[in-house]
C-alpha cells in the first residue's frame, strides 16, 4: 500500500472507473490513467500498479527464512495481486496459497478492469480466494490447537496502525497476535507490510512468542530515504 497519489499518464486524464463501500464506512475508488492504475481513499492511494516492491518483499522474503517451500500460505488481502504473484514464484508447485479479502469488488477488479495487473494469477491451481475477513480465517486455521499455515503474510490496511478500517486493529492486538501464533506450524512466519515503523508492534510481537525481525525495504524500486516496514515473526 503506497502513499502516493496517481500522477496523470502524459496527456491522458485520470479517470474513476468504480468505487466500492468499506463494511465500516467509507468508500474505495479505483482509478485509472493510461496504463496506471490506483485505488485510493479520501484522496490517499493505498495501492498501485506502479510501486511495489515492498509487496513483493512481503512474500519472497518470508520465503527466503523458511525450509518448506510446499506448504500452506495465507495471505490476507489481495490488492493488486503483487504479494500474491511473489508467492507464487517463490513457492513450489505442491503450495496451497489462500487470499482472503474483505471487499468483494476487489475481486471483482481483480478480474474485470485490472485483469492485465493480475495477469492470470488467479488461475493457478494452487491459488483459492476467500471473501471474509483474514482474522476470522486465522482464528480458524488455529481452531483444535494444530498450527494449520507455514506463513501468514498480512498487507492488511496501511499496517499495525490502521487507517481503512478500526477494526483491523483486532489483527495486530495481543488477541489478534495469540490467533495468528495458534494458526502457525512450528517455525512458520507471520509476516506483516507497514508503511512505517513501530518499535511498539515489534515489542507486541515478542510478548506473544514470536522470534521477530524488523525490516526495512524501499518503498519504490530506487528509494533511498522513502522506506516501508516488514516484520518476520517466526513461531519458536
Known amino acids: 500500500m503506497a502513499q502516493t497519489t496517481l500522477a496523470p499518464h502524459r496527456d491522458e486524464k485520470i479517470r474513476l472507473i468504480d468505487k466500492a463501500r468499506l463494511p465500516g464506512g467509507g468508500e474505495l475508488l479505483l482509478l485509472q490513467s493510461g496504463d496506471s492504475f490506483s485505488i485510493e481513499l479520501d484522496e490517499e492511494e493505498l495501492m498501485g500498479n506502479t510501486d511495489y516492491v515492498s509487496e513483493q ?16 500460505i495465507l495471505i490476507g488481502g489481495l490488492g493488486m495481486g503483487f504479494t500474491l504473484g511473489a508467492a507464487l514464484q517463490a513457492w513450489g508447485k505442491g503450495a496451497r496459497i489462500r487470499v482472503a479479502e474483505l471487499v468483494p469488488e476487489i475481486l471483482a477488479w481483480a478480474k474485470g478492469p485490472l485483469v492485465d495487473v493480475f495477469a492470470g494469477k488467479l488461475d493457478d491451481p494452487r491459488v483459492t480466494v476467500t471473501l471474509g475477513d483474514v482474522h476470522d480465517v486465522i482464528a480458524q486455521g488455529g481452531a483444535g490447537g494444530r498450527g494449520q499455515f507455514d506463513a501468514i503474510l498480512l498487507d492488511v490496511d496501511n499496517g499495525p496502525d490502521g487507517f481503512v478500517q478500526k ?12 490467533a495468528a501464533y495458534a494458526a502457525l506450524r512450528p517455525g512458520g512466519i507471520l509476516a506483516v507490510w507497514s508503511a512505517d515503523p513501530d518499535a511498539r508492534f515489534t515489542r507486541a510481537l515478542a510478548r506473544a512468542g514470536f522470534a521477530v525481525e524488523a525490516v526495512p525495504v524501499p518503498a519504490y524500486e ?9 516484520w518476520f515473526a517466526t513461531r519458536r
Open 222 to 230: 530506487g528509494a533511498r530515504n522513502d522506506v516501508h516496514c516488514l
Open 167 to 178: 477494526e483491523n486493529d483486532r489483527l495486530y492486538g495481543p488477541d489478534g497476535l495469540r
Open 57 to 72: 518483499a512481503l512474500a519472497t522474503m518470508t520465503a527466503q527464512r523458511l525450509r518448506r517451500h510446499n506448504g500452506s
